[in-house]
């Protein structure tokens, strides 16, 4: 049976800033859940699903016979009534207001079969966060596309639900590395094929389609994509150097925005700047270079290692090693800083924190926990000061959700 | 009487059938030994032909014994290269004093070799690092060597670099002798 442990850390923040939470348990609305179908594991998801979301209490009650006969007098204390049932897969769900006494959702979820059931879940989970009233969360509906170390020079892609639930290998033989998705979508992937020389491939996960988009020596890792899909931040080595590179699709032109003598990697789109992570003077830290005037300058001066980010609008979220030790275990934490401001929030405290991805709406941070010979996909829900895991009996190369 | 006029028909039948059968035995005899004949004593143009065979011999045992003497020297070439390591410091991709014997070791090892070959030197680092710098800092290691070789007067044109970041690691457990163990360059002769 897969099992996963699912964490929840509040998370730890700077001494100088006070924060309160935000929610008295009694404003969160309440929602009472009964099912038709007997298999926990539905249940179960959807309880994981609104831990994850902080945005209201569910109670998961039990069976009941159909969706329409209710006992309005049964529920008091809650504000909602979800009755769901799962058959022929298929998921019938019918959300009531306790209060208003009215149907505020009646939607059929279908899946092709039952492993996809999280996929199922999470899109009714959506469903009722947005009819309650919050902020859409469509982060949770996305597919995780993730490389793993199957042994040396041999690792394999998978795709998953952000809780790992689901998890399907799409990529095998070789060695597979750093898949980043290719569209908005989620339809095609990028990723890194160690050939004679590392090779970039595009892959359609619905078709199965393969398509060779380029070859270099050395080195070459898709970091970024851009809103529209149309330019591609490459880390190339062409004559042994790792440099930065944005690679056109349409006019198939590269063009080389780094050139320094050490490394540059990383790269990220960032209105009419790049970022990206350089040990241009001495340890790796984060620089923009800006693409009218061509000037570089260090973006972030707190740590000494900076060496891998994420950024989504103003806010930029870094992974730093904060030990330096070659003898012992280091510690890698993630920062949250904000461009028009001075502060700096911890987001995780202790352990090797790494691989930070900014969800497509900016409320949510992915990133990779690693200890001894395990990964942990992390969940940071901002606004909400949360920390989900879920763990993974695998050591995790590279992630993109 | 019946019985005995049968049996005198059918030995009859059979002697007159037998009697047309040894005369294309004859024959075939007489084939045969014309063949054998003409191998013993051969007449001029067959022994011209003979001489053209044996020239296809002899250049075909050449080309034999020069592939195998390649494959046994670019085994051994490939056995020496594959116990040379050099190793890094954390962090770090410049070349340790201790480690420039090796350097020189497989440059003398790549200067003796004759004819076309192409030796990849890859680069691997520790667990400590995100992976994308780790691939950039693997890739920089091997870039050191290869300048290294090169100034000691392997050509350019015969090296070429990769990097597996930590991807590639010859000791897995948690403890600085292994790290130290990743922190380092491997030579592959490619076929």
Known sequence: ?401 | MKKKLLIGATLLAILTGCGQQPELDVNADQNNTAVQQSQVVPNQAEQNKQATEEDLTDTTAVKVTDESNDINQNQQIAAILSKNVVHFDFDKYNIRPDQMPIVKAVANTLKDIKGNYTVRIEGNCDEWGSDEYNYALGLKRAKTVKNALVNLGVDANKLTIISYGESNPVCTAHNKACWAKNRRDDFTLLP
């Open chain 1, 1 to 401: 049976m897969r099992i996963f442990l699912l964490f929840v850390v509040f998370l730890y923040l700077n001494a100088s800033e006070l924060q309160i939470t935000k929610y008295i348990t009694n404003q969160k609305p309440k929602i009472y859940v009964e099912y038709v179908h007997s298999n926990s594991k539905l249940n179960h998801m959807l309880q994981i699903d609104s831990t994850i979301i902080s945005h209201y209490d569910m109670k998961i009650g039990g069976k009941t016979n159909n969706l329409t006969n209710i006992n309005f007098t049964k529920y008091k204390g809650y504000n909602y009534l979800l009755r769901f049932n799962y058959q022929n897969k298929t998921s019938t769900a019918l959300l009531y207001n306790l209060i208003d006494k009215k149907i505020e959702l009646y939607k059929k979820y279908k899946i092709p079969n039952f492993n996809s059931y999280p996929f199922m879940i999470h899109a009714l989970s959506y469903d009722i966060n947005s009819k309650l009233g919050f902020e859409p969360i469509p982060w949770i509906k996305r597919k995780i596309v993730y490389s793993v170390n199957m042994a040396p020079k041999e690792s394999a892609i998978f795709i998953s639900d952000i809780t790992l639930t689901y998890r399907k290998k799409i990529v095998s033989g070789g060695f597979n590395i750093f898949p980043k998705w290719a569209d908005r979508a989620q339809t095609e992937i990028y990723y890194t094929k160690y050939l004679r020389e590392p090779t970039l491939f595009k892959y359609n996960i619905y078709t199965g389609k393969k398509t060779r988009v380029m070859v270099s020596s050395g080195m070459l890792i898709v970091s970024d994509v851009d809103f529209d899909n149309n330019k591609l931040l490459l880390t190339l080595a062409p004559n042994d150097q790792p440099d930065i590179y944005e690679y056109n699709l349409y006019s198939k032109s590269l063009k080389r925005i780094t050139k320094y003598t050490g490394i540059d990697v990383n790269g990220h789109f960032y209105g009419n700047n790049i970022l990206f992570i350089s040990n241009r003077l001495g340890n790796p830290n984060v620089y923009q270079k800006n693409l009218s005037t061509g000037i570089v300058k260090k973006v972030i001066y707190y740590s000494k290692n900076q060496i891998s980010l994420t950024a989504y609008n103003d806010d930029i979220v870094i992974s730093s090693r904060e030990t330096n030790n070659a003898l012992g275990n280091n510690t890698f934490n993630l920062l949250l800083v904000n461009k028009n401001s001075d502060d700096i929030k911890r987001l995780t405290l202790g352990g090797k924190n790494m691989l930070p991805v900014f969800s497509n709406d900016g409320s949510t941070i992915f990133f990779i926990k690693e200890y001894h010979f395990n990964s942990k996909i992390g969940i940071i829900r901002l606004k909400e000061n949360k920390i989900f895991y879920f763990r993974l009996s695998k050591i995790i190369q590279s992630f993109d959700c």
